[in-house]
């Protein structure tokens, strides 16, 4: 074999070897072996919840770099993210550990934060906000559970069981107790109810008979139109009332005209006059108040006139009553 | 006992071996020519057979999983699945056991019939020790063209593994989806410490061929029973130290 063809065919198979091999790690990570790119910051959390090494810094689900080292400092753990160096990550972006898939994979989420505020730098520490990891979740989930287990379990007892028979035994013995009667009961319900249907007795009519209904719809008018009539004659009272108050007519001048008020009392000396003479006992009128018989006589014809008046004074309410309860029954 | 102790004293004088070998570290660059075939013999001529054998490794693994992956909806990961075990393990071991095969084998038959012709003795009588002129080269060759055999065969495993889920109607996981789940979940990491095993092995199998062909006893039958201990030893090394080599990685 030639020497030196077989050299070239060396030199181009090794060369081969190293172009796959920087092809491969460029495509894997952009080619971050070689050579440490962007900035560093520091995160501090609580519990890192098995972040490692290599885990993806995504900012809003875009991967912007990656987990350079997890450490323990006093009291919290830190990582350091490195950062891809054309990301800016404003002062107030907010970092929480997320799990991107249930299998357990984790990355570290950042928020945009405000845009334009003040950027992080190198080294400097980001916020952080602690988030409910899967195992807690289940967690609380199986408490749930087991509330709702309870739950069910306290229905089911006072349902079905326990002492002194659940709902559902007093119920059933209700129920047995009772046939007999909740079928009297039944067939009788059955019975009233064909009756009814039927058109007898008078619910039955009263279901059933449309002349009935038209009645009362009658009457209900009438009653409409006296109730009107008593609003108008309330009206008229009222009108008078008015007037009085007016001190028109005579009841009104009576109240409240000074003249009359003064004529009135010149009229009642002149009374007081005459009934002193009544009481003496002269002239006509005054033989009449002395002397008894006539006065007899008088209280006699005053009492049927009373009762006349009486009479006359209970006729109207009832008469209008009576013609209303007429035409409703 | 007796066994025990020869083990033991195997693995010394293929240590002290190394060390004798390396103390000629210095002589490479004078013995270039020898270095280059050496490459040529390694590494190009077996560039087929490691094309070949990692292509279908590939093919296979991502039929299989596309098989058994289905069964729980994972179809979406079978190119992690094959890029991770192509890189980690399958391309490594894979080329491992070619080189043991292909390289070792012929080492070790080509060392042992030099020993038992005496033409090792006749080295040694005119001052070239044979760690110089025989063993050096072969060591730096193997070096230098096992990662590049590691990295053509994780390729081309990829490929075939993306070849058959695009075509295989079972499967059908399109080659974009296929080398997107690749990358996601696949670090530079893994595929440097693929490269790395590859290293070691490559290594440990010259070494070990080396050294039994050097101490070959006897006739030409001996220098068959050489090649076939050659062969056996360096499998099973391979196979011990890749468990051992993946933990150390896993936990650096």
Redesign the interface.
Known sequence: ?N?TS??I??GL??L???A??WI??E???GG??FKKQGYTLVAGFANLKGLKT?DEIRMAGVKVGAIEQTRLADHRVEALLAIEPNVKIPADAVASIEQSSLLGSNYLGITFGTPGGALLKDQDEIKTKVTADMSEVISQLGNLGAKLDQVVGEIGKSLGGGEGGGLFQRLDKLVTENGPKLTTTISNLQDVTAKIKNGEGTFGKLVNDTKLHDDLLASVGEIKQAAADARTFMGDAKGIVTDVKAGKGTLGLLLYDEPTASSLKVSLNNLKEVSAKLNSGQGTLGKLISDDSLYLSVQSTMKKADRMIDGLGDQGPITAVGVAAQSLF | MNHLSAIVGHIGGTLLLLVRTLKFIGTLPRQWARFIEQCYLIGYTSLPIVTILSFFIGSVLALQSGYSMENFGAKQFIGTLVGLTMARELGPVMVAILIAGRVGSAITAELASMKVYQEIDALTTMNIPPERMLVLPRLAAITVMMPVLAIIANLCGWYGGALVCEYTHTISVDSEAYFTALKEYMKPHDVTDGLIKAEVFGFVIVLVCCYIGLNTRGGPREIGASVTKAVVSSLILILVLDYFVTKALLMS
């Open positions: 074999m020497n077989q050299t065919r060396v198979f090794f081969l070897g190293l796959l091999a491969t790690f495509s894997l990570n971050r072996l290599g």
